[in-house]
């Protein structure tokens, strides 16, 4: 059984930085994609950006050359860089991965920006 664990949201003041973890545990599995999308109260989950597995990114326009994303493949990891954060981007923050051609999510994680 696959699980995708989360870590690193928070609260912070508007400019600041948090690091968001994404860990896939299990046995045998191959992973595709691992992105992260997000939901703010009253809006549909939108995706924030995404990683192949052989590292082609997407991002949404709203957080380019702001957010960055990584994985470390040895560790079945993402990460979610975020600087110079803005009160919009407030929102619980879900991990997703595409693993042996089925979709998981995470729990979500609780990002919350202050002006």
């Known amino acids: 059984q696959v699980q995708l664990v989360e870590s690193g949201g928070g609260s912070v003041q508007a400019g600041g930085s948090l690091r968001l973890s994404c860990a896939a545990s299990g046995n045998n599995f191959s992973i595709n994609t691992m992105g992260w999308y997000r939901q703010a109260p009253g809006k549909q989950r939108e995706l924030v950006a995404r990683?192949?597995?052989?590292?082609?990114?997407n991002y949404a326009d709203s957080v380019k050359d702001r957010f960055t994303i990584s994985r470390d493949n040895a560790k079945n990891t993402v990460y979610l860089q975020m600087n110079s954060l803005k009160p919009e981007d407030t929102a619980v923050y879900y991990c997703?991965?595409?693993?042996?051609?089925?979709?998981?999510w995470g729990q979500g994680t609780q990002v919350t920006v202050s002006p």
């Open positions: 990683m192949s597995s052989e590292g082609s990114t």
């Open positions: 997703r991965a595409v693993i042996d051609s089925r979709l998981y």
